[in-house]
């Protein structure tokens, strides 16, 4: 086990995180608006109301974004460009087209049919999936792009032999000045 495994570890694990963070704040109003129909008694009804497909459908727009993040980041990536097109169309395909046809059909105002409690949660679950997928090859293809020598390894700090980064200080934080009170 080399040093830079427990650190991938973590880069990992961080990542992991904060991609769930995102997943749980897209999803926290749903959650209030899902309790609060609980506490109305409207249990019955509430996979047969569009929430479920909105929180699927913002999900899908935010893997789109991190698909095209990857996509542009890089022009050493060519080689990847026609996968991340590829996830891109799936999204649009398996996600945004679903759930948007399912949001205008269930705010028609015609009786939902009951297959509709059963595909909203899975599309959720599927949404949140390449959410997590989209992050994921993102980061991959900007940390493999930007951080990678020629023979793949990955260096560990900006001292490296023909680094053009090499020598040159790390940025200093942002300096805030404090406001003076005035009486």
Do not use: C, H
Not at 14 to 20: D, E, F, R, V
Not at 31 to 43: E, H, N, T
Not at 68 to 97: N, Q
Request: hydrophobic share 50%; aromatic share 8%.
């Amino acid at each position: 086990m080399t040093d830079t495994e427990p650190q991938r570890e973590g880069q990992s694990l961080s990542m992991m995180y904060g991609t769930y963070a995102d997943v749980l704040f897209v999803l926290f109003p749903f959650l209030i608006i899902f309790m609060q129909r609980v506490w109305d008694g409207d249990v019955a009804q509430v996979l047969l109301r569009p929430d479920l497909s909105i929180a699927a459908a913002i999900l899908g727009g935010l893997a789109i974004g991190k698909f095209v993040l990857g996509l542009v980041t890089e022009r050493e990536l060519g080689r990847f460009k026609e996968r991340i097109v590829f996830f891109i169309a799936l999204t649009l395909f398996v996600v945004m087209g679903p759930a948007i046809i399912l949001m205008l059909s269930i705010i028609s105002g015609q009786p939902v049919p009951g297959f509709v409690a059963f595909l909203q949660p899975v599309l959720l679950i599927v949404a949140i999936s390449l959410y997590t997928t989209a992050i994921s090859i993102s980061n991959m293809l900007t940390k493999s792009g930007a951080s990678q020598r020629p023979d793949g390894t990955v260096p560990m700090d900006g001292n490296e032999p023909g680094d053009p980064l090499a020598g040159v200080p790390d940025p200093e934080p942002l300096s805030i000045p404090r406001r003076s009170e005035t009486p």
